[in-house]
């Protein structure tokens, strides 16, 4: 940091405005409020990377390369006149992440990431996401891992170290409250200060403490009137006086609007910047409306950054990550993360059947993850049946040829667009194929039994919606009807795939099938590790991060979702976008997800924390380190696998606390611990250490977290429902864990 | 109709005005201007039909049913509570019939359509269609026969006195000028008197005096100001007149505006009546604006209709017509009436060729017919494959498959609606299947030859478009490009069959295919029929009565087509649609089709009176029986069948008139005829009668039907352009046929 700073106090004042001012991707000619960004060296030196910064050669300072994103490296695959391809991996979706409840397993997922991110000359990848999932209807849920912020902030830290261990950096984001796509350049989250630190902040304040992330990316809405870029309150005295932060801060791109602000908030880095922000910069140093102590203060963490970049230390990077070997990886986390939603009478995993018949388009073009900068530019992607397949199966050639054929027309009818054109105007995806009854019948009687893929995606700009997203279309309804009826009248099994970055109506159909596999966007390996717990080759033991509603009128936030729109004071904005004012007030307080419907006796069709194995397993011996609470108490439980296959548990432990003084959720979930790989029989003893921060709520009028004395229960259940041991301890007397 | 004058005389006011207002069929609940129409017996008499006439059982005078359409009966099907069907025959569309250019045949098919409606218990068929095909994008040419008059009146009156053999009437429609859809309500076609007479008008002047049609339909449109049914000119003065019309005027269904109007014009029946328009005649009577004499005279003409009826003369009818002998009728014309547009090196007919590919979606679900109240309900539809099967051929498996899949999905999805539903809201045709090519490379390498058939629906309600309709879709052109580089690429011909009710752009893509036939819509046994012609079974003899131009723009009426709007006057019109006073001027004159297109030397793809056959024909001898015209001509020709196999030929006789007085077109069809079927080497003589009408044209400031002194030329074509043999002759001396 003395470095940086001498550095800094040796450049001029426009080299630190062009620091701060960050280049962005080629955009084409696009209508713009705020002019084209400037483009600078990124082009050449990595395509399709979103942005840069300057770079300073007379100072040794080198640009530096910040890509795209959380489900992997986004680049572009191909470049002008070179024979080689820079293909990345796409891993399974942050959902997918979160659901395998492993911090180990998901910290290898970050190191491989990281290596891509450092092999590729990639300084800083634009990730993890790690926003709360307020309502199913977000489109970038996918990119997020949980609606609750502990899992949210032990998932992220474990990607974070992981990528980190590289020696490249990360870009946690959205900060903060960026949980819709809707007018998400210029909504209004308004947020009481509880909710906000138990619920939006929490996360961050995690990875922040326990990962250090590199970088922080602010988010594009205004959170309680003020764009978060812009707010001094949450960039610098709850980000870096509070947490300790000591990164750097960068904008989304083309987020905010008060250049001159975010410089005062200790957003450091615009990305990208604009001839109008830099001169916005310029003038207010003239002016003496911004004090060159401040630009300074921003250039410093920016070189800061520098400093510890590849770049700067002239890393000879190969261009040749071990995809093959990464591939393997993200199969194993695929299908670690996938959840077993229904399985009667053991239709999993498949013993007898060796002819399955596929139904759904998406059987047959299965989607490794979401769109917009979480998509990636991979090689490949295993479909289902071509898992199947690959796993030994036979599958119903006929349907192949008639769903290879529809979707072949409807592709060859929606040529694939550019990013931006895509972003502005996203293809829809083919509506599922209805098949002549006749056929379906045929089906079950020449195949042993079938599999139905419903799949879904979703991405950043457009939040999903209620007809035909969250609900099935008709067409998927009528198929599920009439593969089940055929299929049951022949005695033979119905399997469910659901292929989703999110949340769908499960309540209405589920009853219709045999089993329901959540195998979420699984990343390129998709179809084999499906495969690959269909077959038993892994016992499912991914766990629901996320609540599935029974109808998603049952949602407290839906009332509240996607928030109002000042129509009338619409201007034009981003990408030549249509820019609404709007607001969304955060009427549910901390009562998101779990919380409110375990709080409010609603019933979820899948609650959180849910996921069938195929084996058993036995909760016993619970203790605590002790019956009172004395700044830190430790929790063992004896996990024994009963069933007759290997496989692993992932208890969470939740714990009620007392509310005398504030309102408080039924539980909240305070730690996890997932088992290894138990044999049938085997036993394994989990430990779970509790600190007084999390036994803390956060007390409004104190502006402090409080630990309430009296009687705490602690739950370790197997979910957020289905609780199998309780324990209690007390706390004699409150504590002010953090003013 | 002395026996009508008196039963007249016994009715009361009410019975009267109950007559005049007819009955429709059940429409549900609309909202339509002026109420809904009364509904009578027609629904319990005969399911479906369009409506009937108020019984007087009083007077002897039962209900009599009138019902569609031109193409064969429009009847409900099925019946509630009843086992028995009532399929009617769907038979070639009109533009079909015409392209036979065999007037014996027509009358034949009249016959047998007229059987079915005497044989379902109803007394007028609501048609034929007549209006003249003013420009390609009008939605009901397919109901109607031709460009040009004489043809038009020709087939009409084989039709009529085809279908009135049966002691049934027929209504010719739409009278007059209702040559487009859009705004059909409100739109006012501002014709010249000389068009109006030689063109318009001069259709329904041939099948009046030379058939008699019992009813004549006004139209929905507005004539140079006036609603055609509020016309007393064009249906008391031209119609009755000049003409010598005995029968019956009715509107078109909800037509018209001025109930008290159309009675002093002599629109007779109101069809469909409302409470309004009964009311409105009651107070015009009481008024005294409207003459009893008048009401008289209409009721009058009713109940000397109701006299001839089947219905009065209590005809006990069958319910059982001979559908199967009508089928065999039905495939016998629909052959007769294609027309062979293309076919290098004798890609037709098929020879050695067993296994056929059938590509594009109407091969798989061909169309027999246009939509609206120009469709018949029918039992079945042969489509292409089926037909191609019958006839013996093998036909690709796998594309079956896929076609099949493809069509399923899309009609699971735009499921049947109502009648009314598909008026309001018409169902779009699935778009053409694009498929891979690897799979179309496959079918280049296993089948003997190609077979795309392009489809095309329209019908009344809305006109058809340029883009993806006159012209091809993309998908369409693609599939053509690639079926043809594969075949061809493996020696394999390749076979478009147009599936269309009218014009479509073929010049663009004709030269990448080595044959192309128009099947039009063949009415219910299609694929059979194409089959034939395809085989050689028949041998085409069809030729286009209407012109295929190289591109739309092409067309003179594109300009003036579909007129100009007056969309600030818009009001709510019939069956809640938007009514927009509307004007379209007919600038070209008589310059419509062909005579625009020879006169000013546009060259078409495919001219008027064009079509190929499997032989050639010789003409020879033409002579004239006097070099001068005195009253009459005969011209004989010798046509020799010069090729191979059996063939009949269709020659056209046009005349060049002289210009000395008025600009005319350079020629102009007078006669034709169609010899038998010539076995090689066999010669037939043709004889052909002109008269002095024939040489006439409408002299505006006369206003009178002259023939101009002068030389005339005598051209003998095997189309318009191409003219075998020529002859002169003279007429000394004006002659001013009527005045």
Chains 1, 2 share one sequence.
Do not use: C
Request: net charge neutral; hydrophobic share 40%.
């Amino acid at each position: 940091y003395t470095k940086a700073k001498e550095l800094v106090s040796k450049m001029t004042l426009d080299e630190k405005i062009n620091l701060v001012v960050g280049m962005g991707m080629k955009m084409g000619a696009m209508n713009m409020p705020g002019g084209a960004p400037n483009v600078g060296q990124t082009m050449d030196k990595v395509p399709g990377a979103a942005g840069t910064t300057f770079a300073l050669p007379q100072l040794g300072l080198p640009t530096t390369v910040v890509a795209d994103g959380p489900a992997g490296l986004r680049i572009e695959p191909k470049r002008v006149n070179d024979a080689n391809t820079y293909y990345a991996t796409a891993w399974p979706v942050a959902t997918l992440l979160a659901s395998t409840w492993d911090v180990k397993l998901v910290e290898q997922v970050g190191k491989a990431m990281g290596n891509e991110v450092k092999e590729y000359g990639v300084d800083v990848i634009l990730g993890p996401g790690m926003n709360i999932m307020r309502n199913p209807l977000g489109a970038r849920n996918f990119e997020y891992y949980s609606e609750d912020p502990l899992v949210t902030g032990k998932i992220a830290t474990a990607m974070v170290n992981g990528i980190q261990w590289n020696g490249v950096g990360t870009s946690v984001k959205h900060f903060a409250v960026n949980n819709q796509e809707t007018n998400r350049n210029s909504v209004d989250a308004i947020v009481s200060e509880r909710a906000l630190r138990e619920i939006y902040l929490r996360g961050f304040e995690l990875v922040v403490k326990e990962a250090k992330p590199w970088t922080v990316m602010s988010s594009y809405n205004l959170l309680n009137g003020t764009y978060t870029s812009q707010s001094y309150d949450l960039l610098t005295t709850v980000l870096r006086k509070d947490w300790g932060f000591k990164g750097m801060v960068m904008t989304d791109w083309f987020g905010g609007k008060d250049a001159v602000a975010q410089m005062k908030a200790g957003n450091d880095l615009l990305m990208p910047g604009t001839p109008q922000k830099r001169k916005a910069i310029t003038d207010a140093i003239n002016n003496k409306t911004l004090d060159v102590k401040v630009l300074d203060e921003n250039a410093t963490r920016i070189v800061a950054y520098i400093l510890e970049t590849p770049a700067f230390k002239k890393y000879a990077f190969s261009n040749k990550p071990d995809l093959k070997q990464h591939a393997v990886l993200a199969r194993e986390a695929a299908a670690n993360g996938m959840v077993l939603l229904k399985n009667n009478n053991t239709a999993l995993p498949i013993i007898a059947a060796k002819n399955i018949a596929a139904f759904g388009n998406t059987s047959y073009d299965f989607i490794s993850g979401g769109t917009g900068s979480g998509d990636v530019n991979e090689e490949y992607t295993i479909s289902l049946v071509e898992g199947l397949q690959n796993a030994g199966y036979t599958v119903d050639a006929e349907l192949k040829t008639i769903y290879s054929a529809y979707l072949y027309d409807y592709k060859a009818k929606h040529p694939k667009k550019s990013f931006i054109e895509e972003f502005v105007n996203p293809t829809p995806n083919a509506s599922e194929l209805l098949l002549n009854n006749a056929i379906i019948s045929s089906k079950a009687a020449s195949s042993d039994m079938a599999v139905i893929t419903i799949g879904r995606n979703a991405g950043e700009g457009k939040d999903r919606v209620v007809l035909n997203d969250f609900n099935l279309s008709k067409a998927e309804q009528q198929l599920i009807d009439e593969v089940s009826t055929a299929f049951h009248a022949k005695g033979k099994k119905v399997v469910v795939i659901i292929n989703a970055g999110g949340v769908i109506e499960v309540a209405s159909w589920r009853d219709k099938v045999d089993a329901v596999l959540l195998a979420w966007q699984p990343g390129l390996e998709a179809g084999n590790a499906v495969a690959d717990v269909l077959s038993g080759k892994v016992n499912p033991s991914g766990k629901l991060a996320v609540t599935f509603p029974v109808k998603y009128e049952d949602e407290i936030t839906a009332k509240n979702f996607p928030g109002k729109e000042f129509k009338e004071k619409a201007v034009t904005g981003f990408m030549g976008q249509k820019e609404i004012p709007a607001e969304v007030t955060h009427e549910e307080g901390v009562y998101v997800g779990y919380r409110y419907y375990n709080t409010f006796n609603v019933k979820p069709a899948y609650e959180f924390g849910y996921g069938l194995s195929y084996t058993n397993f036995d909760y016993k011996n619970v203790k605590l380190s002790s019956s009172t609470f004395k700044g830190k108490l430790v929790i063992t439980l004896e996990v024994t696998n009963t069933g007759t296959v290997a496989g692993k548990e992932v208890v969470q432990l939740y714990i009620a606390a007392p509310t005398n003084k504030l309102d408080k959720p039924n539980e909240e979930l305070k730690a996890f611990a997932k088992t290894d790989l138990l044999q049938p029989g085997q036993t394994q003893t989990l430990q779970f250490v509790i600190d007084a921060k999390l036994l803390a709520s956060f007390h409004t009028a104190a502006s402090a977290w409080v630990a309430d004395a009296g009687t705490y229960t602690v739950k370790l259940g197997t979910s957020s429902l289905a609780i199998k041991q309780t324990a209690t301890f007390t706390l004699a007397k409150e504590i002010l864990v953090e003013k």
